[in-house]
Structure formats: C-alpha cells, structure tokens
C-alpha cells in the first residue's frame, strides 16, 4: 500500500481524472486536502476541485496540473497546517500559476463549511 508521501511524490491528485475536463474548460482547479473535502465540493457543483493528500502541492502534483490549469483556487482546511501550507503553495506557484485563496475559518474545512451562509454545519 501506498503512503501518502509515496502518492504525493508520484504526482497523484484525489479526484483529477473526475475533474479535468471541468478544469480545461475553466483555466481553474480548486485544490483541497483531503478526499472528504474534494466530495463535498463536487457534491455542491465546484467538479474542478481535486485534493492533495495533504497541504503541500508537490513538484510533481504542480505539473500534472500545468498543461490544464492557469488558475488556482486555493480551500485549504482553517488550521495552521493549511494556512502554512497555502503560504507555501503561492510562494512557490505564484509565477505558474495565478493563485487566490479562500480563508476557512478557525476550525473549519471545506466539507464542513457552508459557502452559501458562510458557516459551518
């Protein structure tokens, strides 16, 4: 079995095949953490969303998103891990990629989080 470590490093993105034709079309991928968080969102229509295995974007993970993507819409978790984890991704991404993203509130994740009311459920 593989480790998350392992997927990250061979490129492995939860939900890209299911996404990337959605991503072509709109020049955009939501990156999320975990697989939870990539349901959820397709469950609530953004089916450009994929989700890292973690919160770093790997080198290898960045070029399989390169030839399809020039947008980046970063819904990291609101903790420390993902706050830090998006400050690195832009730092490093911000001259491939044009980068926003969407603080989380203390606590929430994007499963949780209801982008309508702007509050958890």
Known sequence: MNSRHDLKNKGFLFGLYQAQEAIKESSTVILVEGQFDVMSMVDRGFVNTVGLMGSSLSNMQAHRLIPI???????????????????????????????????????MDPATYDFNTKRGH
């Open 69 to 107: 993507a020039t947008k980046m819409v970063l819904v990291l978790d609101g903790d420390e891990a993902g706050r830090s984890g998006a400050d690195k991704i832009r730092a490093k991404w911000k001259s491939t990629f044009d980068i926003t993203q969407f603080r989380l509130p203390d606590g």
